[in-house]
């Protein structure tokens, strides 16, 4: 039944990290009906985030200007660096608008399971701009996930020696947690690094 | 943080069914790391799509062709005509190989929740065909929901007195079925509705 280009369009939209191909059949639909209104317009909108978005060369996240508009920021602060595994991440710890420092985008966390070794991330990367750099403090923003910790691990390695501080997010009860619908390792590690009130 | 060109994907990612804000960030991350590989084939495929698809004039279904190769096949039967809601109900019924005929798309069923009343649907468009054409059978194939139904009432008193035979698709267990799964009103009409074996 399907064919040429709306066949070749569903299959990439199954494509897409969500979606397989009964949601991509319901998206092609709903495009189809709405040409002008929608589907030209985000035809266009996907060509030009293509031609217009750098990877900035200092910190590796996704921005219309390289370096970054947060790079070039004169009023954040280029001696704290965020370490954060995804350019997901840095937009996360944007839109808190509680950092003023800068990023590295280490690109993922070391990963026996799915085959990410140091090399994949940009490991080097973080190493020669804190050997460089101005940066006095270092505070690693990885997942709280076995490979997001021995990645730090690992970078805490790489780093020792230089004169950076190295701190983490803290570990305890999200805002708004019950403590009922809490795993037992973020109840027990709350607890221990409970705060006076 | 996001602007101008992505912030624009994002949006219109995220107004697609099924899509929201996140899952819109996470498709543009995915789509900005595959830049010539995914992203711009897209772009392009949606472009090449929206100018090939039309709509049927005679059936409502969505291909390249108009009339559609369905309509236009000689090996398919004119005699009878498949009503279904949606294109996606005819991709469905293709899928499956067993219907040789043809098909009328309504648009949708009617319901005064949605607003949906005879005016938005193909009814009339419908009733022509039958009245202009050689149709002998009627198989309604529409969901088997309320507002369904009463679409299905809708459609047989509107084709009432024309030479053709009406019929609905079986109720009963799905293919793969578990009866401690079913709701009680399949179980119901698939014991009212048992065959000899």
Not at 31 to 47: C, E, F, G, Q
Not at 160 to 179: D, K, S
């Amino acid at each position: 039944m399907l064919d040429g280009p709306l066949d070749t369009m569903i299959k990439q939209l199954a494509s897409l990290p969500g979606l397989g191909t009964r949601s991509a059949r319901r998206i092609a639909l709903h495009l189809l009906t709405r040409k002008d209104a929608l589907m030209i317009p985000l035809s266009k909108s996907l060509r030009d985030a293509a031609d217009a978005i750098k990877t900035c060369a200092i910190c590796q996240t996704l921005d219309t200007a390289d370096p970054c508009r947060i790079c070039r920021d004169p009023a954040r602060d280029r001696a704290t660096i965020c370490i954060v595994a995804t350019v997901a991440d840095v937009w996360a710890v944007e839109r808190t608008g509680s950092f003023k420092g800068v990023y590295h985008v280490l690109g993922g966390v070391l990963s026996a399971l799915d085959g990410v070794g140091p090399d994949q991330l940009t490991l080097s990367e973080l190493v020669s701009r804190v050997q460089e750099g101005h940066a006095r403090e270092i505070i690693i923003a990885l997942p709280a996930t076995v490979d997001g910790q021995s990645t730090a691990h690992v970078i805490a390695d790489r780093l020792h020696g230089l004169p950076v501080t190295i701190t983490r997010l803290a570990h305890g009860m999200p805002i708004g947690g019950e403590l009922d619908y809490l795993d037992d390792g973020t109840i027990a590690t709350a607890l221990k690094s409970r705060a006076r009130v």
